[in-house]
């Protein structure tokens, strides 16, 4: 029979059935013959009309018998229109079509690196098998080859607002960095040069002069040349410590930070800038935990040593700090950071800038403060009330205690580390009325961190009575004030 | 460095709270009884080194 349209093309085989000596209509063939039109009949070689015979599965049946001496001869397709199936094994390369596999013939999970060139491997292990693809969009995982190099992802990589504070190192703090306070030199509330030092004083504020046996120092703030490029964002001031007296141990300068507990068990990255006034001087930096009163002995760390030139540079070391662990903790501890040198020269002095102290190994650039937080800071350690301009400002208000005394009410501007120790200096007097009389003398305070009374003696005695009341402040005199110290 | 004794200042009764520290130049500071003062740390360190205390004028 005939097929409409496209019919699958399948294999088939041809079969000759031979028959000598017979004298039958019916023969059975060694084959299944499906109709008449797949078998060529012949008798004697003489092709026989289909109409001349007829098939059935395997029997042939000849409308006419045969005679004896005739030969039939017949040659059929088998099979037609059934399908074979290639034996296991025997499909060859040949027998595909170009690109005929397609990816839904392949297993999951079954190409192996060996069915893969060896450049796509080479490619793969060198992380560059995409470098022309489209954006990964998905996790970077892979077990242990598949890695992002070192310094590869820029900061346009990175979503907005998309690293946290947990993904920071614990040395990377932004702000309060510098456990140093006042570490540019800009607060100077004792005033801005102080000649012939021969014992420890304050000078700037929170740095100490500590001068040794026999030596004499001038500590004094000096100002940077506007626009200076030597330092690094414009500071206004640098300490200068000129040794004018030669003495036989070294010349100190420190800074104690409040309480032991600072940096204990922890390495510290120090920077600042320095030079020598003139010539080369060496320059050493080390580190003291002091445990207070009735505490453990101090602790010394550090000794590193930079050697100073005319030339501002900048000096910058780590230092491990000790544990504390064990340790006791007594009244008034803390972390002194020193500078100290030779003070047996008396030409090669030391300006100082920009002193830096963190917790970490590597030092970050200077954190610079307002000059208000700054002072702030200084303020819990002391306090100064001055009369600049005008010069009769006034600092309290009292009332009278006695005719000749004044008790007078101070509110610092900042809650000072502990109980403050009090004095003053210059005129000092009490406005009350159109009258003013000059401070003698004060006997005594009552004063907590935050503030307190001060009684003050004048001279005479104005106060009749106890309703008197008075301010207490500078009389013209601008180099008065009150002060109030709380440093460790 | 010198200590003396003060008197308190409303009840003219030799004060507890704070004593007079007066230095070579003759500056006068008033320490408070506070044991973290500095100032009064470094006055019982004079006390313990043999030195004694003024009476009050």
């Not at chain 1, 037609?80 to 392949?106: E, F, H, Y």
Request: with cysteine; hydrophobic share 35%.
């Amino acid at each position: 029979m005939s097929y409409l349209g496209r019919v699958t093309n399948k294999p088939s085989d041809i079969r000759v059935f031979d028959v000598t000596g017979s004298t039958s209509a019916t023969h059975t063939l060694t084959w299944t013959a499906p109709n008449e039109q797949s078998l060529i009949v012949t008798i004697n070689g003489v092709k026989q009309h289909e109409d001349a015979y007829s098939v059935s599965g395997v029997t042939l049946t000849l409308t006419s018998a045969l005679v004896s001496t005739d030969k039939l001869e017949v040659v059929g397709i088998n099979d037609i229109g059934t399908t074979i199936t290639p034996a296991q094994g025997s499909v060859n390369t040949d027998q595909l079509a170009t690109d005929a596999v397609s990816t839904v013939k392949i297993a999951d999970d079954s190409v192996t690196d060996a069915k893969l060139a060896n450049s796509i491997n080479t490619d793969i292990a060198a992380n560059t098998a995409k470098v022309t693809n489209a954006t990964h969009t998905g996790d970077v995982t892979g077990a242990t080859a598949l890695t992002i190099a070192a310094d590869a992802v820029t900061t346009a990589k990175i979503v907005d607002d998309a690293v946290t504070a947990a993904k920071l190192a614990d040395s990377a703090y932004l702000a309060n960095r510098n456990r140093i306070i006042n570490g540019n030199f800009d607060v100077w509330q004792r005033g801005t040069s102080f000649a012939s030092q021969t014992a420890e004083a304050y000078f700037a504020d929170r740095w100490k002069v500590k001068p040794a046996t026999g030596c004499t120092m001038t500590v004094s703030r000096q100002a940077f040349t506007i626009g200076q490029t030597d330092v690094p964002y414009e500071p206004t001031y640098f300490l200068r410590a000129d040794i004018t007296t030669a003495g036989s141990a070294n010349a100190e300068i420190m800074q104690k930070i409040e309480d032991v507990r600072t940096f204990a068990g922890q390495t510290i990255a120090v920077s600042f800038w320095a030079k020598s006034t003139a010539g080369t001087q060496t320059l050493t930096c080390r580190t003291i935990q002091e445990f207070g009163s009735g505490g453990s002995a101090n602790v010394v760390s550090g000794g590193t040593t930079a050697v100073l030139t005319s030339s501002w540079q900048k000096v910058t070391f780590s230092v491990a700090i000790a544990s504390i662990s064990g340790k006791t903790i007594g009244s008034g501890s803390a972390f002194s950071f020193n500078f100290y040198w030779p003070n047996s020269s008396t030409s090669n002095d030391v300006d100082l800038a920009q002193v830096q102290v963190e917790a970490g190994s590597a030092y970050t650039p200077f954190e610079y403060k307002t000059y208000g937080q700054e002072l702030e800071a200084c303020q819990r350690y002391y306090t100064r009330l001055t009369s600049p301009n005008p010069a009769n400002a006034t600092f309290g208000f009292g009332t009278a205690a006695t005719s000749s005394r004044m008790t007078t009410q101070f509110n610092l501007p900042t809650t000072m580390r502990t109980t403050p120790t009090t004095g003053y200096g210059g005129t000092l007097s009490v406005l009350f009325g159109t009258f003013r009389n000059n401070i003698t003398s004060s006997p005594d305070s009552q004063l907590a961190p935050q503030g307190g009374y001060v009684n003050y003696d004048v001279s005479g005695t104005p106060f009749t009575a106890y309703t008197y009341s008075g301010l207490i402040g500078a009389n013209n005199d601008t180099s008065t004030y009150v002060e109030f110290i709380a440093e460790l | 460095m010198r200590y003396k004794k003060t008197i308190d200042g409303i009840t003219e009764l030799e004060s507890t709270t704070c004593i007079k520290k007066i230095n070579d130049s003759g500056k006068e500071w008033i320490v408070p009884v506070v044991e973290d003062n500095t100032d009064y740390i470094e006055y019982l360190e004079w006390v313990a080194e043999g030195n004694t205390i003024e009476e009050p004028a």
